[in-house]
């Protein structure tokens, strides 16, 4: 069965980095859509990134120029490079799959993880 399982995230200063990833089993990211989104205490989850099957890449205004969303098909394996992070990133971060792209609405979004901490301070 389809399986996603994120880790990587943790506490970290304002200007630092984190790369989070994301396992993927039961089925190959190369053929799927694979998104990024981030839920804060008290706000909806919202979209970060997303890769298209063929290594196209979308990202929120808010991210666009400090994060990097890549995918090794080898691995079978989503990875999120956050740089310059700034408090307000502060989230749990989850990673989604879907087989085509529907953008960065989470609603559209039908396999998930569990979710990583990411703490910005």
């Known amino acids: 069965h389809v399986q996603l399982v994120e880790s990587g995230g943790g506490s970290v200063q304002a200007g630092g980095s984190l790369r989070l990833s994301c396992a993927a089993s039961?089925?190959?990211?190369?053929?799927?859509?694979m998104g990024w989104f981030r839920q804060a205490p008290g706000k909806e989850r919202e979209g970060v990134a997303y890769?298209?099957?063929?290594?196209?890449?979308l990202y929120a205004d808010s991210v666009r120029g400090r994060f990097t969303i890549s995918k090794d098909n080898a691995k079978n394996t989503l990875y999120l490079q956050m740089n310059s992070l700034k408090p307000e990133d502060t989230a749990m971060y989850y990673c989604?799959?879907?087989?085509?792209?529907?953008?960065?609405?989470?609603?559209?979004?039908?396999?998930w993880g569990q979710g990583t901490q990411v703490t910005v301070s």
């Open positions: 989604a799959a879907r087989v085509i792209c529907p953008g960065l609405r989470p609603e559209f979004y039908n396999a």
């Open positions: 039961g089925f190959t990211v190369s053929t799927y859509c």
């Open positions: 890769i298209e099957s063929g290594g196209s890449t």
